[in-house]
């Protein structure tokens, strides 16, 4: 199984529109992703589950996926992460090119 941590970058954390963004991002790779912050682990595709987390800015939160194409997804996702995405006033667009 891959894993990676990232600290959460985004000013409000995963929440509103960074969530919106990861979660749709984590839905379209094809690979299952959780996403896992203390004991509490979601599917990276659920907007609830994410929002449940409460991950605020600075937080660390580990993504885990397995399968063909898990290393290139945790890459994609934790790349995402690491941005702030409340100040990204583009990341829709360069997340549907």
Excluded: N
């Excluded at 379209?28 to 896992?36: E, Y």
């Amino acid at each position: 199984m891959a894993q990676r941590t990232v600290v959460v970058a985004s000013a409000s954390g995963l929440h509103a529109r960074p969530a919106k963004l990861f979660v749709q991002a984590a839905a379209r790779l094809g690979v299952p992703v959780t996403v896992r912050l203390g004991e509490k682990t979601v599917p990276a595709k659920s907007m609830l589950g994410v929002l449940s987390l409460g991950a605020v800015h600075g937080t660390e939160v580990t993504l885990e996926a397995d399968g063909p194409g898990a290393e290139e997804a945790l890459d994609s996702l934790v790349a995402l992460l690491a941005r702030d995405l409340d100040s990204d006033l583009d990341t829709e667009e360069a997340l549907d090119a």
